[in-house]
């Protein structure tokens, strides 16, 4: 890769009796990199230093990552395994007891050959997550269809990536995060970035952002809080949660009455034009601002300065994601690129800012419901027989497809999934509706949880198994960009902690499935295996050795071969993945979100993150600094809104919805639409704003609508209103 002009060789230091060991942060797709300090005379991980030479992220990190070392050594670490003997304890920390791995493993084999005689190899199943390595990923649904044989296995990535996924699919053929490389986006002209929270969730993106900014370019985002990167847009586009649709489209046909289409490339390298500006063309600057609450003059001057850009990037992220029309709203944002022909080139096209460390290759590899390895699908009779030639089974002995992840609690409280093997998750806080999900959680007739740390879903769980953390495993990730990337062992898994492939390896032998299995012995020994599982499908990694990812600071994917350097920009040949080599610019209707304010629920609650913690906050609620810089939720109410509710700043409030209600601490801030309220979802037990949420799934990704539903605030105290206070100001810095 050739270096960028914020690239400065600085050499780390390191003290005596210490080794630094290279490798990336354990938390988002971003993968800064970073350097784990080890005492040698211990072999224990200290600290931190940061990794100047990594060309993303320039020795970079936010507070999560500064801190993620002390995960590793943390006094909470589950060191054996746990069983729980008395069931009526399940839903509490309470009765567990430690046990050997040989009496956690009996027990396991016992209770899901039983239930699987009982009710059928279907009654188990899988819920994985995506904050491990391609290696895991891989094995993990390997070990859902080959050990087990079950066909319900799917993966956290459907609360994250999936509307990206499908929406990438159908605009282009292929589902890669980023056309581009992270190392072109300051060198762009205009980023165009819809619901992301950049300078929270992807902080060291930031220095790039800014560098758009300084060099003359511009920032437009869509967003209905003024986040940090919002206050400093040049133009805010601060819709009401849910419009995205009708403002993505107003904005093609803004482009398209502007005369900023590309008609040649629109003409070459793409279907579906006419249908599309059939659609938009309704979507008027005056009408979309009925829906979106966005001001004409604003729609009108960001597609004006996205038209005007000889490059620009549209970027997006949860925010237009997670609503129930996600994938509608992936593709109605990209064809803006597509329209313009600002694609397929260095310094334009399009990226999601994918969440969890391993967002996209977690994602490309079996942990799906309908996936397999390569991205190929269960539905292509080709693509079974390429991974069964691989796995060594016959195309008759692969399940069938499964259900998506929140569909599958549906089928645990009919009794249709009896056994759970829970990993690298924990929706008893982050799945939605939660009331619904801990009821099916405590419907199940056995299930084991593998973690580091006893978390909210482990309390339901009969025997827990303890997994090791992202330093004491080696493996590899593929970042937000689509760049396959080393983490590094830095130390040995703590107690008898074992990482999850040794611990499927070892369950497999004993579910009488070891000839499949046994021969995978190291992470390497998987990788090579995996590679090869990949090859021939979208996303092809067999040319991404561990050798080639050193030499070159990681490799993009597709990598087909030993010769192959990887493909750091997408479609540079103008050729995309559908059969005719063509894109597909979608025409895609407004619909509004599944729940809209009435006269009980007034207001739009909206959900998502801070920069403090990770996801459920399992790993980050546990590290003194984070906890200490944010303890507990609180919801972001507009001082006219507060006023009109009578309620102040720090007050205890309950917010409902139809689903469910929880009381939060009111942050008054002017930072907010006054039709909407905000509440972070780091949060377990009565503290989880997913209490509220609803569960109004994407048609096609199965994304449930985490963004917008209808919600109302209730005082807690019969007291005179209190005065609303001056709204707080922001305190983060980027
Ligand atoms: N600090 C921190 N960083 C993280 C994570 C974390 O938990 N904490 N998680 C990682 C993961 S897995 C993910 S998926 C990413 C998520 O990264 P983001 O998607 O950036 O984070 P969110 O806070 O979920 O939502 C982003 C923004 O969407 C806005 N939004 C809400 N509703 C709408 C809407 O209808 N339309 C539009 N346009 N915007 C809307 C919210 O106001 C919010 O500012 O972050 C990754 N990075
Ligand atoms: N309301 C609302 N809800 C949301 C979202 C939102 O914006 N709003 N966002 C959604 C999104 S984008 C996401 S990604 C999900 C994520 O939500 P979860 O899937 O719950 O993600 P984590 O909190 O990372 O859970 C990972 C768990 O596995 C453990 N773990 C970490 N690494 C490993 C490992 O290598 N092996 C094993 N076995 N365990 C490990 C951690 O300790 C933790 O308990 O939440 C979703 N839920
Ligand atoms: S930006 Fe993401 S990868 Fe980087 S240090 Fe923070 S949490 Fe870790
Ligand atoms: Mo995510």
Request: charged share 25%; net charge neutral.
């Amino acid at each position: 890769m050739p270096k960028d002009k914020f690239f400065k060789v600085i050499e780390n230091r390191t003290h005596p009796g210490e080794k630094l060991v290279d490798t990336h942060c354990s938390y988002c797709g971003m993968q800064c990199g970073m350097k784990l300090r080890v005492d040698t005379s211990t072999n224990r991980i200290i600290g931190v230093e940061p990794r100047y030479d990594w060309p993303v992220t320039l020795g970079k990190m936010c507070p999560k990552g500064v801190t993620a070392y002390q995960q590793t050594n943390h006094d909470d670490r589950l060191l054996k395994p746990l069983i729980r003997d008395d069931r009526s304890l399940r839903g509490t920390k309470m009765g567990f007891r430690e046990a050997t791995w040989e009496e956690a493993y009996g027990l396991i084999v016992r209770k899901f050959q039983e239930l699987q005689s009982g009710f059928g190899k279907d009654s188990l199943s899988v819920f994985s997550g995506v904050s491990m390595t391609n290696e895991k990923c891989y094995l993990t649904g390997k070990f859902a269809r080959v050990a087990l044989q079950t066909r319900y296995i799917d993966y956290n990535g459907r609360f994250c990536m999936s509307s990206a996924a499908a929406g990438f699919m159908r605009t282009f053929g292929v589902d890669r995060g980023s056309t581009l490389p992270w190392t072109d986006l300051h060198e762009t002209d205009c980023l165009f970035i819809a619901g992301s929270n950049t300078a929270e969730c992807h902080p060291t993106s930031m220095f790039r952002v800014w560098e758009v900014q300084n060099r003359g370019g511009y920032l437009i985002v869509a967003d209905p809080r003024e986040t940090p990167i919002a206050r400093r847009a040049d133009v805010h586009l601060d819709l009401r949660p849910g419009t995205d649709l009708a403002l993505a489209n107003c904005m093609v046909n803004l482009l398209i009455q502007g005369g900023y289409a590309d008609r040649e490339f629109v003409e070459k390298h793409t279907n579906g034009f006419d249908a599309m500006l059939e659609v938009v063309k309704q979507f008027t600057p005056e009408y979309t601002s009925e829906i979106t609450g966005v001001a004409p003059e604003k729609l009108i001057r960001a597609a004006e300065i996205y038209g005007k850009a000889p490059n620009a990037v549209v970027m997006f992220a949860r925010g237009i994601e997670q609503q129930h029309k996600g994938v509608d709203n992936v593709s109605a944002y990209t064809n803006m690129s597509l329209v313009t022909g600002k694609i397929g080139r260095p310094k334009s096209g399009v990226a999601t800012f994918t969440g969890q460390g391993n967002g996209q290759g977690g994602r490309e590899h079996g942990q799906k419901a309908d996936a397999l390895p390569g991205y190929r699908k269960i539905a292509n009779p080709k693509h079974v027989e390429e991974v069964c030639k691989v796995w060594g089974i016959t195309p008759e002995e692969m399940p069938q497809p499964g259900v998506s992840a929140y569909e599958m609690f549906g089928l645990m409280q009919d009794k249709t999934i009896r056994g759970l093997y829970l990993l690298c998750s924990n929706p008893a806080v982050s799945a939605p509706n939660l009331n619904e999900v801990r009821a099916a959680l405590m419907n199940l007739d056995f299930m084991v949880c593998c973690d580091m740390f006893l978390s909210e879903s482990a309390e339901f769980a009969d025997v827990v198994l303890p997994t090791v953390t992202w330093s004491e495993d080696e493996g590899t990730v593929t970042n937000l960009e689509g760049r396959v990337i080393k983490i590094n062992k830095a130390q040995e898994p703590l107690g008898e902690s074992k990482p999850d492939w040794e611990i499927q390896v070892e369950l497999a032998e004993r579910l009488g499935r070891g000839q499949y299995f046994r021969h995978l012995k190291t992470a390497r020994d998987i990788n090579d295996e995996f590679r090869l599982a990949s090859k021939g499908g979208y996303a092809d990694y067999y040319g991404a050795t561990w050798e080639k990812i050193e030499e070159q600071q990681g490799v993009f994917w597709p990598c087909r071969d030993e010769a192959d350097p990887g493909t750091p920009h997408m479609f540079l040949d103008k050729k995309f993945y559908h059969p005719d080599g063509k894109a597909l610019l979608c025409a895609l209707p407004y619909r509004p979100p599944a729940e809209e304010p009435c006269g009980d629920y007034p207001l739009r609650l909206t959900t998502g993150r801070v920069v403090y913690h990770y996801l459920s906050g399992n790993q980050t609620r546990r590290i003194p600094f984070l906890r200490d810089m944010c303890p507990e939720p609180f919801v972001e109410v507009h001082p006219e809104t507060a006023k009109r509710y009578g309620i102040a700043h720090e007050e205890m409030v309950r917010v409902r919805t139809r689903r469910g209600e929880a009381e939060f601490k009111v942050k008054i801030t002017e930072a907010i639409r006054r039709d909407t309220v905000f509440v972070p979802y780091h949060f377990g037990h009565e503290k989880s704003v997913n209490l509220l949420t609803i569960a109004a799934l994407d048609p096609t990704s199965k994304m449930p609508e985490f963004k917008a539903c209808a919600a109302e605030i209730e005082k807690l105290t019969a007291a005179p209103a209190a005065q609303a206070q001056e709204p707080i100001k922001e305190v983060i810095q980027t």
